[in-house]
């Protein structure tokens, strides 16, 4: 069973940045497609990017265009988000999230999910 772990949120200032990443255990994570979305609190999840299991990226928040990247490293089992110039606005939790093969902008799709992580973006 796959299991994945988000890590890597805290506290940064607006115009810093962070890496998230997701620890995948239990199977490997080649063959999964990863998301990851946000929830700010009295808002609905929002799904940020993905990248498939070949390595294609997709973005699908403009909020977070030019900011954001999605990657994945298949040899640590390990997917990441770089957050860049973050904005107050960007405060949430950060989930990953795992679909067989191939992204799709519809969380319902995933299947496995982490437990989230906190950012908060504050001075």
């Known amino acids: 069973q796959l299991q994945l772990v988000e890590s890597g949120g805290g506290l940064v200032q607006p115009g810093g940045s962070l890496r998230l990443t997701c620890t995948a255990s239990?199977?490997?994570?080649?063959?999964?497609?990863i998301g990851w979305f946000r929830q700010a609190p009295g808002k609905e999840r929002e799904v940020l990017s993905c990248?498939?299991?070949?390595?294609?990226?997709?973005n699908y928040a403009d909020s977070v265009k030019d900011r954001f990247t999605i990657s994945r490293d298949n040899g640590k089992n390990e997917a990441y988000l770089q957050m860049t110039s973050p904005k107050p606005e960007d405060t949430a939790v950060y989930y990953c999230a795992a679909v067989p093969l191939f992204c799709n902008n519809d969380d319902g799709r995933f299947e496995i999910w982490g437990q989230g992580t906190q950012v908060t973006v504050s001075s």
């Open positions: 239990g199977r490997a994570l080649s063959p999964w497609a």
């Open positions: 990248v498939s299991s070949a390595g294609t990226t997709l």
